[in-house]
């Protein structure tokens, strides 16, 4: 674990370093939980974005998108019960003044009972070693059996505490197991106190006029709102989708993880308006696309995994995240939840508008059943980021700093460097940029020697460099490395913009997806 912290950091400094990502603010010493991206961080979640955007609206042809605005008018989130119920239970600890999510605290204590049944099991795999048989000793060894007791009782009172919104309850819990910070050490801790996530500001000119508006949570309910602008004037039928990318700001208790959890991030979002009673339908299909599009980035397929909520929102009927594994252990990355009717009935409700939608087909008018798939861009970055960064041992005893981003993310395609700077080789180089500009992110390199430049490639993830040497003048073939196997190829000049075309553009990725 503690490597893996260790990777985490390097990797956190390595975005830094090669311009992907910088702490906001950083001359200020920084604002906390917010990150701005830099020349090479832009590139990769405009990738991210286009994969995303264009997997949505082009695949399908009943997906359309919107970009709706930040502001909304702020009935839309005492209907959507943002006003209400987007809080998180805090705590502080007198001692160290830190705050934390209560939830959280109690979550960890309940992984540490899984983390001592693992334990158990992998001693005993050492013990009985070949005839060892996991799923009988999970299911009859004493000592697990009473962990998983205690593990469930824990699980059951949080859940019960959770659902009645019972605060007292939550603090019992945190005392009772006798959780301390992981700081002072100590518990002495202060009540739980509920905390609301939403930014509020004021639009208006004058302080009485003003009117107190908040910066959305989510994107979606911009959607919500939209959903029979987009119908009508898109004659669209049921079932279809409404897809968004936008930002959107939580003022998250606990900030931690580098862009895991910020306080402003961004989201792609989707929408999906079912007949009422297909929903379950369809989040199972739902569920599954997103798999494939994830997968499709060729990541690692060990690298997922479902998590099927049991205590499921409000809103509600079924819910799953797709969690990715980062260097911190399985997280979500994307969550896909089956939403009701909840939303629409809520607006329709709060507006006093008919927002119903007529079914020609079974003529007849209801509010639709929605299916969300709602992905953090951040989030996506950093699990492609952390996946792709390998510090590489070489047969010459040295290590390169490769980052295997997949090639249609990555910022730039191709480099092309003279071998040295002169001969006309610097003249000939920039006539292969200035041809290969129109199709790919191409840079232009020639300062320091070949090997280092190809570490500066290397180092941003950039999938071809292209050597341009005397032998080029002659016969107009460079040399195309490659950045995973490092492997040079003469080619010839009028090949490049096919060769390179096949591997890095978003269309091959969305191509695996149909
Ligand atoms: P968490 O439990 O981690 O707070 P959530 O369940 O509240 O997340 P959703 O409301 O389902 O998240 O939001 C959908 C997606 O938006 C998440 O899967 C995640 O990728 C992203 N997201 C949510 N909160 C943040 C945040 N503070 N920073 C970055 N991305 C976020």
Not at 38 to 57: C, F, P
Not at 190 to 216: C, H, I, P, W
Request: proline letters at 4%; glycine letters at 6%.
């Amino acid at each position: 674990m503690a490597q893996q912290e260790d990777v985490f950091k390097k990797i956190v400094s390595h975005a830094k370093e090669y311009g992907f990502v910088f702490p906001s603010s950083e001359i200020y010493d920084g604002l906390g939980a917010v990150y701005d991206y830099g020349q090479n961080g832009v590139e990769l979640k405009n990738n991210i974005k286009r994969y995303w955007w264009d997997s949505m609206t082009m695949l399908h042809e009943n997906i359309v998108g919107i970009d709706s605005a930040i502001f909304m008018h702020p009935t839309i989130w005492k209907a959507s019960g943002h006003v209400d119920a987007f809080n998180d239970p805090l705590i502080d600890n007198k001692d160290s003044k830190k705050r934390y999510r209560a939830d959280v605290l109690i979550e960890e204590e309940i992984a540490k009972f899984d983390d001592k049944i693992e334990k158990e099991v992998a001693k005993a795999k050492k013990r009985f070693g070949e005839s060892f048989d996991e799923a009988l000793f999970r299911e009859t060894n004493p000592r697990i059996q009473e962990i998983v007791a205690k593990r469930d009782a824990l699980h059951e009172r949080f859940a019960n505490a959770m659902n009645n919104n019972d605060l007292n309850e939550l603090r019992q819990i945190i005392i009772d197991q006798e959780i301390v910070d992981p700081i002072s050490g100590t518990r002495n801790w202060t009540d739980v106190r509920q905390f609301n996530l939403m930014f509020k500001t004021e639009m208006g000119s004058t302080a009485d006029g003003a009117m107190g508006v908040y910066l959305r949570p989510e994107t979606a309910q911009g959607i919500f709102v939209n959903y029979l602008n987009v119908q009508k004037t898109g004659r669209m039928r049921i079932p279809f989708g409404i897809a968004q990318i936008g930002k959107a700001f939580r003022n998250e208790i606990v900030a931690r993880q580098f862009i895991f959890r910020m306080r402003e991030f961004e989201q792609m979002e989707m929408q999906f308006f079912v007949r009422p009673g297909t929903e379950l339908e369809w989040f199972k299909q739902w569920k599954e696309t997103r798999l494939r599009w994830h997968k499709a980035l060729g990541l690692g397929d060990q690298k997922y995994r479902y998590h099927d909520h049991e205590k499921l929102a409000h809103y509600a009927n079924a819910a799953t995240d797709i969690e990715f594994e980062m260097p911190f252990g399985f997280k979500e990355v994307e969550g896909i939840h089956s939403r009701t009717n909840f939303d629409l009935s809520q607006h329709e409700k709060f507006s006093g508008k008919n927002i119903k939608y007529f079914d020609p087909e079974l003529n007849e008018s209801y509010v639709p059943y929605v299916i969300e798939t709602s992905i953090g861009v951040d989030r996506m970055f950093l699990s492609v980021l952390c996946s792709s960064y390998e510090e590489q041992p070489l047969e010459n005893g040295e290590t390169r700093v490769v980052l295997h981003l997949p090639a249609p993310l990555a910022p730039t395609k191709c480099a092309v460097m003279p071998l040295v700077r002169k001969d006309g080789l610097p003249e000939k180089a920039r006539e292969i940029v200035n041809s290969l500009k129109f199709d790919f992110a191409t840079r232009y390199d020639e300062k320091d020697s070949i090997g280092k430049r190809y570490r500066r490639q290397d180092a941003v993830g950039t999938p071809f460099c292209i050597t341009v040497d005397h032998q080029t003048l002659e016969d107009n073939t460079v040399t195309l490395r490659e950045r995973d196997s490092m492997e040079q190829t003469r080619v010839n000049i009028d090949d490049l913009n096919a060769l390179i075309h096949d591997r890095v553009s978003i269309n091959a990725l969305l191509r695996k997806l149909s």
